[in-house]
């Protein structure tokens, strides 16, 4: 097994598939452009409905316990088994096989160390993996096969500190890896392929439409943060010609200093979580300040945002997470935008707890 020192050194070597010098874009004829020279490129993505942001959210797991005991980070479904897949940063002190001692959570965050749990739709837990030197599972996706759920991340974590002196992990390159309980992955083992954007590009994150098949792909460039949408087998067989690319909205929390939280996408829209725990960045039970963004994919154009109230009565609160759910996958409209909530256990007890809401109406 690989100890620490080498899972570090590993943790940022290249592999997979080579970075592409430049961006194409799919007209709506079909003819890519090469380059990308306005702040929001047109996209050529065939328009649906999208999700209202004003109807109500329903429940559809409260308070369940993960793998790990720090807050959710994101989730994403395996519809087509029923399989929900969760990530957090890995607990200090853990000690996993291949390493020669614990580290602290501090440690585990500025290495982008996760840990991975698939849970049933009832909140079960079936298996966990640990992903170690990966980033800090900002957004995941998981891309379902007749035989295994393959998930989607960050990989290639980087080190970089915060304001205030501590270290974060972010990943700087993609990773498609099937899931395999009780298994402890590097960036460089052989069951992950890495996928690369254009040099310059990092903090990439990434989340699946399961009803299109496409990847949805956060990164930022020149300082900001943009999202592309590509097919996804044009995407894991090289292409890097993009659907659409839009910028992310200036403004995601009214009001408040913007906390980006997840993302999600369906069909033409694109869906942003942004918000902060109960007492934490001007965020007071019980209306908090998480908002839901939704933006077309083929303008850039922000469409709708509102403040969500769901989960209100949680203690702590904290928004980690959107993911596309299909209940039926014999019914691919009948379609959930899901956001994720961390809480803690209670007063006394800061272990963390998942839920998750639901929109289910489209317009």
């Not at 592409?20 to 306005?38: F, H, K, L, M, Y």
């Not at 909140?123 to 998981?142: A, D, E, K, P, S």
Request: glycine letters at 10%; a positive charge.
């Amino acid at each position: 097994m690989l100890d620490r020192r080498q899972i570090l050194r590993m943790a940022g070597a290249a592999v997979g598939v080579a970075a592409v010098p430049a961006i194409a874009i799919a007209s709506a004829r079909g003819v890519a452009r090469t380059s990308r020279t306005s702040e929001t490129d047109a996209g050529s993505v065939t328009a649906t409905k999208r999700f209202d942001l004003t109807a109500a959210s329903d429940q559809l797991l409260r308070e369940i316990g993960l793998s790990g005991t720090r807050v959710l980070q994101s989730f994403a479904f395996d519809n087509a088994k029923g399989h929900l897949f969760t990530v957090q940063l890995v607990d200090g002190g853990l000690k996993l096989p291949g390493e020669s001692q614990t580290y602290t959570g501090a440690e585990r965050e500025a290495n982008g160390d996760l840990c991975l749990t698939r849970l049933d739709t009832s909140g079960r837990i079936l298996g966990t993996m640990y992903l170690l030197g990966f980033g800090h599972g900002v957004q995941i996706g998981v891309e379902s096969t007749s035989t295994a759920s393959y998930l989607w991340t960050e990989t290639s974590s980087v080190r970089t500190q915060n304001s205030d002196g501590t270290y974060t992990g972010w990943g700087s390159k993609l990773a498609r890896f099937k899931f395999a309980n009780g298994t402890v992955l590097t960036p460089n083992s052989p069951a992950i392929t890495q996928y690369s954007l254009e040099s310059g590009v990092d903090r990439t994150t990434v989340a699946l439409d399961p009803v299109n098949q496409r990847l949805a792909v956060r990164h930022r460039i020149s300082g900001a943060f943009r999202y592309r949408l590509y097919d996804l087998v044009a995407f894991k067989s090289g292409s890097r010609t993009a659907l659409a690319d839009v910028a992310q909205p200036a403004d995601l929390q009214p009001g408040y200093t913007d906390t980006f939280q997840g993302f999600a996408s369906y069909g033409s829209y694109l869906y942003l979580l942004a918000g902060s725990a109960y007492g934490t960045a001007g965020s007071v039970s019980p209306d908090g300040n998480t908002y839901i963004t939704s933006v077309d994919w083929n303008t850039g154009t922000l469409v709708e945002q509102k403040l969500t109230k769901a989960a209100y009565t949680l203690l702590y609160r904290e928004p980690e997470g959107m993911a596309i759910q299909v209940p039926d996958p014999n019914n691919p409209t009948a379609v959930r935008l899901c956001s994720g909530f961390a809480s803690e256990t209670s007063t006394t007890d800061s272990r963390k707890k998942a839920s998750i809401y639901y929109k289910s109406v489209l317009i």
